[in-house]
């Protein structure tokens, strides 16, 4: 699974968005993607899935509805709780050490 660092995921999310090729609204779009992120991992998402390049346009659509919410709350599209379940579902592989 390809891991991102938050430059690169900041990069790809801003992509999606249609924002790429300046600084604009980047502290914002960090808190809202670092937001997303939490919300994957507290739905089940392992934080290595949740971090990784998978789930890139899940964490689009989802700083998507943040930045579009409107007064009495946020409410995630269909697809953003469509994939976050999806990516519950994947697993991480992970080198077993034996001593």
């Known amino acids: 699974m390809v891991q991102l660092t938050a430059a690169e995921r900041l990069a790809k999310v801003k992509a999606a968005l249609g ?11 960090t808190i809202y993607i670092d937001e997303v992120i939490e919300e994957l991992i507290d739905a089940g998402v392992q934080k290595e899935v949740a ?27 269909e697809y953003f709780n469509r994939r976050m379940t999806q990516l519950s579902c994947k697993k991480v592989n992970v080198d077993v050490q034996t001593d």
Do not use: F, K, P
């Open 19 to 29: 924002m790429s090729g300046s600084n604009y609204q980047d502290e914002t779009l």
């Open 51 to 77: 971090e990784s390049a998978a789930a890139v346009g899940c964490i689009a659509i989802g700083v998507n509805d943040l930045w579009n919410y409107s007064s009495g709350g946020v409410r995630h599209s």
